[in-house]
Structures are given as C-alpha cells and as structure tokens.
C-alpha cells in the first residue's frame, strides 16, 4: 500500500498541476469521472479556494516550490475575480472566462476562502492574503451571524440582503442554519486564529463549540442533525456518517488550537462518542463518496492517536487500504468519485475534478497523517 506521502506527491497533487490550470486564467471549473477537461464549465469559489488550501499546505509541509506557485495562482485568482470589491464576501461562481456568474453570498464558500487565505498566510507570511481573511471573518461575522438566537445564517443576495433559496447544493433542504456550514465556518476560524489569534475570534470558535455540543449534535443517538429554522429545531431527519467522523477531529482541532483545558474537558468525550457513532462498517457496503473515506481515516487515526484506541487504528488502515485498492486511479491520478456496490468498479458518472470534486478532503487526510508521525509510527501501520 501507498504512504501518505507518496498517495499525496505522486497521485494527488500532480493530478491538479497538470490537468486543472486554465490558460485563461485561473482553473478549469470540470473535468469529468473519464478525465475529459470541459472548458465552458463555470468556476466554483469553493474548487478554487479548496486547491488554494490544498496547495498553501502542502508548501508550508513539503517545501516543493511548484506547490507554492499553484498556491500563488489560486490566491490570485480568489482575490482577483471572486473576491467582491464593493460589498466583500466572495462571489458563488464565475463564467470561465472569469466573470462573475453567480454574485451571492453563501457562506459557506466564504469560510473555505478564509480556510485558504489564511492558510496562505501561514505558510507564506504574506500579508495580504491575512488581511483579506481578517475582512472575510467580518463579513461573515457582521451579516451572518444570529444576534437573537446564535448561530450563523446560510446565504444572502450579493447586497447582503435575504436571499429565497439559502441551498447549498440540490440536495440541501432550504433551512436557514445547516450543520454544514456551522463545519466549515469552525475549521477556517480555527486556522485563522493559528495565525491571527484575535480575542473575538477566540470567542467565535468557542461559540461555534458550544453550538456543536448544545444544539447541532443529537445526545440520544451521537449523529449530528443537520437542518434547522431559526429557532434551532432540527427540520429533517438525515444522517451524514461523513460528517459525523469529520466534525470529531475538527471539534477536537479547534478545542487544541485554543490550548483551553477546561474547553478541552468538555470536547473530548464528545469527540469519541461521534466516533463511536459513526457506524464504520457502512462505508463498505452502502455508496460512499471519496470524502467520507478520506474523513475517516484521519477521523479515527485521530482518535488511536491521542487515546490509544487499537480498534480505531485498525478501522484506518481498513479505510486507507480502501483508498489504495479501489478509489485511486491509478493511471490518471487523483481518487474517484465513488465506486459501485458490490464490485467496487469505479463511478464514473461523477467529476473527476468540478464544483465540489477538489484536492481537499483527501490531501488534507494526507497532510494530517504526515504531520502526525512525530507521535506514531505511521509507515508500520499505513504503507
């Protein structure tokens, strides 16, 4: 089996290098699950600011100048033609020829171009790329945020105005809070705040805390609900098992980050009951998306890492062989989509690379298990 290392240099990143930069500028917005490029695809904020983090982070870790200047391209980009001058936030999506397509503020796509901005920033110390994160934290904080009833609202026009369908994709039910972003709102704050530790961020993420234990995580059955109105009753019954093992070692992240002890007291019993929750064996018999594997690697890694948990370890190296076997391809590069049940053929229906197909999920569970073998020993247990 592939080392997280070699998974990461070999198969991932050199996927994104070779085949996604537009020569219009920018990136493709798709290339599909059979590997053809589709120029008159728009451009999401979230692909671009995902290959932004992506490429931010494994510079700051491997030191290889190509990934700085991928970086660098998607940093220009993001401020250049999705960044708002007039009213902030970022736009949704762009025309290829890099226009803006879609003007409104999901914030969402707002959280994961602080996530890479910031990332940014840390790897690089540049300082425009920390002061644009700063302002998009404000953004999000000034409009988004619930002053009655806590929490943060899902989208709004470009003006920062209502918005009626606050969807994140088609598959969302139109509810003004969702588990989703409240997730991707908490781990971009988390890595701003390694670098700009501002007494109101503090405050946000451990808000964002207590709004994961208090009102997002069911306490009957340790799955976390995922839409709610504005009064935080949960609307939909629906379980996202991914979410569940991705939530717990980014909790867990944020609470560290912090260095709170007494936060830390209240997190990590949560954190392993979600894990202990989150009904392993069903990735390998039901449709599961490349994601959901890459989460529960690190997901479970996590907690073998800072509890011993023998059973969880093997759980990642269960899920990892996974990754090696079926969801890599191993001609063209990068992991596909899904694959089918039970043979386990790859899906290729689904992008290769595309709105939501992007180098995060699973670089970043590369990334974590490499910055992680200076306490285990990693080539023993997933090489």
């Not at 989509?337 to 992007?358: I, N, Q, R």
Request: aromatic share 14%; charged share 25%.
């Amino acid at each position: 089996m592939l080392t997280p290392q070699s998974m990461l240099v070999e198969h991932i990143l050199p996927f994104w290098m070779m085949r996604m930069p537009d020569p219009r500028g920018g990136f493709y917005g798709r290339i599909d699950g059979h590997g053809v490029i589709h120029p008159e695809a728009e451009k999401g904020a979230i692909l671009n600011a995902r290959i932004l983090w992506t490429f931010a982070a494994a510079y700051r870790l491997l030191g290889t100048p190509a990934y700085l200047d991928m970086a660098t391209r998607a940093k220009r980009a993001l401020l250049d033609d999705f960044f708002d001058p007039e009213y902030g936030g970022v736009f949704w999506s762009l025309n290829p020829d890099g226009t803006p397509r879609d003007t409104k503020k999901q914030i969402y796509a707002v959280g994961f171009a602080i996530y890479g901005l910031s990332e940014y920033a840390r790897a690089t110390g540049d300082e425009e790329a920390l002061a644009h994160a700063v302002k998009l934290f404000f953004d999000i904080e000034n409009h988004s945020f619930d002053t009655e009833k806590n929490g943060y609202f899902e989208a709004f026009t470009r003006e920062w105005g209502e918005i009626a369908d606050m969807r994140l994709s088609d598959k969302d039910a139109n509810e003004h809070k969702t588990m989703n972003t409240h997730l991707h709102i908490l781990e971009p704050y988390t890595n701003l705040y390694r670098i700009w530790p501002d007494a109101r961020l503090r405050a946000a993420i451990r808000n964002l805390i207590s709004i994961f234990i208090d009102k997002i995580l069911d306490p009957q059955t340790f799955h976390l609900r995922l839409f709610f109105d504005d009064d935080w009753n949960s609307i939909v019954e629906r379980t996202s098992y991914g979410h569940d093992i991705e939530a717990s070692w980014l909790l867990h992240e944020a609470a560290l980050v912090l260095d709170d002890k007494p936060l830390l007291t209240r997190v990590e019993p949560v954190v392993r009951s979600i894990a202990q929750h989150a009904e392993f064996e069903r990735l390998f018999t039901q449709p599961s998306q490349w994601w959901e594997f890459a989460e529960t690697v690190v997901g479970f890694y996590n907690i073998w890492q800072y509890w011993g948990d023998k059973e969880s370890l093997q759980k990642a190296q269960k899920a990892w062989d996974f990754v090696c076997t079926y969801l890599l391809d191993k001609e063209q590069g990068e992991w596909y989509w899904a694959v089918h049940y039970p043979d386990y053929s790859p899906d290729l229906t689904e992008d290769k690379a595309g709105f939501w197909k992007c180098p995060y999920h699973n670089g970043r569970a590369c990334m974590e298990l490499i910055q992680r073998q200076d306490s285990v020993i990693l080539g023993s247990c997933l090489s």
